[in-house]
């Protein structure tokens, strides 16, 4: 059980960065800084899903090199659980 905690605060971490980003309170400057570590967050898990979700959402602009890596990455995974 102590390692389902331990995973969630980083989830956690990145919801309140979310908010923030939306929050009209929030200064531009910030917002910049808190787009830069939600993308690395995204690249670092490659959170394909929530990457498109805030691109349409015109927080993030889309890269789509990126999104085919991520993609793959995710594909590559899935084969590797599969033939397990």
């Known amino acids: 059980m102590e390692n389902q ?3 969630q605060q980083p989830h956690l971490v ?3 960065k979310l908010f923030l980003l939306t929050h009209p309170d929030v200064q531009d400057i910030e917002k910049v800084r808190l787009k830069e ?3 690395t967050t995204i ?3 490659d959170m394909v899903p929530l990457y498109e979700t805030l691109v349409a ?3 993030l ?3 789509q090199s ?3 890596s ?3 990455k995710n594909e590559d995974e899935l084969k590797k659980l599969d033939e397990k």
């Open 5 to 7: 905690g331990e995973t």
């Open 14 to 16: 990145l919801s309140h």
């Open 37 to 39: 570590e939600v993308l």
């Open 43 to 45: 690249k670092s898990d």
């Open 57 to 59: 959402e015109s927080l």
């Open 61 to 63: 602009e889309k890269d």
């Open 66 to 68: 990126l999104l085919d």
């Open 70 to 72: 991520m993609r793959a």
